[in-house]
């Protein structure tokens, strides 16, 4: 069984201010993980990705996450958050099965206070 | 990264009407499908496009209502057939890249509102 879940649906913070997304999964197989975003009326962009390299893993526009086996966690962090990081944050992950098949999670929205 | 194209962007449909929309791929994708998001909620998996035979369809989705076509190995179509409000919804486009195929990308999406 597979299976994400994101443990806020929505997160505000000031700008300025850390940001921190919660990710949790489960998978049968060795998982590859991923967050996206995506900005109102527009459609997904990849943030970045974790596919059995390196543990951290940074993305676009000062993104980064942390894979933890040990916690099945893949928290997405920011340090200081921009008025332009508003936006729906879906954590996705996909096994490494013969059927690579592909869970998301219920979306985080994010809101950022100036 | 892949590059993914979407057409309509948006469109509003009166009810008992088909549209059909457009998805071109470049040439690093492997799999394409077809998701739609309804509003304010993440995204449901119609189906995998297959090229040049049907589409394999998800539980809760049939061929008679979301037919899919797969032409060749960049282009992709997804028609909603006689629409209800109901169907009102963001319709992606994606495939799959990266270096073991494990990577989607996603189109801008298709808007969609049936009165």
């Known amino acids: 069984a597979q299976s994400v879940t994101q443990l806020d649906s929505h997160v505000s913070v000031s700008e300025g201010t850390p940001v921190l997304l919660r990710c949790n999964y489960s998978s049968s197989y060795s998982p590859s993980l991923f967050w996206y975003v995506q900005h109102p009326n527009k459609g997904l962009q990849l943030l970045l990705k974790y596919t059995s390299a390196a543990t951290l893993v940074k993305g676009i526009n000062g993104f980064e996450a942390e894979f933890k086996k040990s916690e099945t966690s893949f928290h997405l962090t920011k340090p200081s958050a921009h008025m332009s990081d508003a936006a729906e944050y879906f954590c996705?992950?996909?096994?490494?099965?013969?059927?690579?098949?592909?869970?998301f999670g219920t979306g985080t929205k994010l809101q950022v206070i100036p | 990264s892949a590059v993914i194209s979407q057409k309509p962007s948006r469109d509003i449909c009166q009810r008992g009407t088909s549209l059909t929309i457009q998805c071109q791929v470049d040439?690093?994708?492997?799999?394409m499908f077809w998701y739609r998001q309804q509003p304010g909620q993440s995204l449901t998996l119609i189906a995998t496009?297959?090229?040049?035979?049907?589409?394999?369809?998800e539980s809760g989705f049939v061929i008679d209502k979301f037919p899919i076509s797969r032409p060749n190995l960049t282009f992709s179509t997804l028609t909603v057939s006689n629409m209800s409000p109901e169907d009102s919804s963001i319709y992606l486009c994606?495939?799959?890249?990266?270096?073991?195929?494990?990577?989607?990308?996603f189109g801008p999406g298709t808007r969609l509102l049936v009165l």
């Open positions: 996705v992950v996909t096994n490494s099965g013969g059927y690579q098949k592909v869970t």
């Open positions: 040439s690093q994708v492997t799999m």
């Open positions: 496009a297959n090229q040049g035979s049907e589409a394999t369809y």
């Open positions: 994606s495939g799959r890249a990266g270096t073991r195929g494990e990577t989607q990308y």
